[in-house]
């Protein structure tokens, strides 16, 4: 028994900094294609709001990020417009984009931005990944207020449920809601605990980097016991396969 321990020490010790070295390189290769997603107000200060985050997909000029991130309302009169944040630190760049496909079912949104080309992700296969499989996300958790430094989690998918979530009571049950019931899709649930900030995050396999699903919510209360009406500390991710869904029904070719 002892023999057996100690060679699965002498394993562990082998290949760990090596799995550490490989995600090292993946998170390197993954930060270049993370954007903000926000509101520029060139008149105001400060200049640039930050909403969630999206990561650059295809031919480098696509933006994938949740559809509640976008900003639902620009003053014209200040000369809003809803921008895309590329580069890291306080010297942030700048980019126009316009909406091309939003799905309010799935929570997505697609955006095409101006200028260069940017560093693409590549999306996973529809395939839905299974419990227990490693994962990580790389976003904004907590915006702007330091300057555009994007933050690493890691976790695994937990599990793989309906997007149904319990009401407290019936008076809480509304007709999306409803919809939803009779058709829900499934989302993974992750045992990484993603922030407001995350939102529009792709969720990537810590082995090769694709994109595995688009970080969605997470609900995070200050007791535990609202935990049944109220889950409390829940991180949802879309699966990639509604992204694909998404990209065919607009004739988006990536």
Do not use: C, W
Not at 2 to 17: E, K, N, Q, V
Not at 52 to 78: A, C, K, Q
Not at 212 to 235: D, H, L, M, R
Not at 241 to 251: A, C, D, G, S, W
């Amino acid at each position: 028994m002892s023999i057996h321990i100690t060679l699965l020490l002498i394993l562990t010790s082998l290949f760990t900094p090596y799995a550490q070295a490989d995600f090292v390189d993946v998170v390197a290769k993954v930060k270049p294609s993370v954007v903000g997603i926000g509101i520029h107000t060139p008149t105001s200060r400060p200049q640039n709001i930050l909403r969630g985050t999206g990561f650059v997909i295809g031919d480098g000029r696509y933006i994938v990020t949740n559809d509640h991130v976008l900003p639902t309302l620009l003053d014209e009169s200040l000369l809003q417009k809803m921008a895309v944040f590329v580069g890291s630190g306080k010297n942030a760049k700048v980019r126009e984009a316009e909406i091309v496909a939003t799905s309010n079912l799935y929570d997505l949104a697609v955006l095409k931005v101006s200028g260069p080309a940017l560093p693409a992700m590549t999306l996973a296969s529809e395939d839905l990944y299974a419990d227990g499989s490693y994962i990580a996300f790389t976003g904004f958790p907590i915006g702007g207020v330091l300057g555009l430094y994007p933050v690493t989690h890691r976790g695994m998918i937990a599990s793989i449920t309906p997007t149904v979530i319990p009401a407290a009571s019936a008076g809480q049950i509304n007709l999306k809601m409803l919809k939803r019931m009779r058709n829900p899709y499934l989302v993974y649930q992750l045992d990484a605990t993603a922030y407001p900030g995350n939102s529009g995050s792709a969720m990537y396999d810590m082995k090769t980097g694709q994109v595995v699903g688009i970080i969605n919510k997470v609900f995070v209360q200050a007791t535990k016991e609202a935990v049944i009406s109220n889950p409390s500390g829940i991180t949802y991710a879309i699966p990639v396969k509604y992204l694909y869904q998404v990209l065919r029904e607009n004739n988006i070719k990536i």
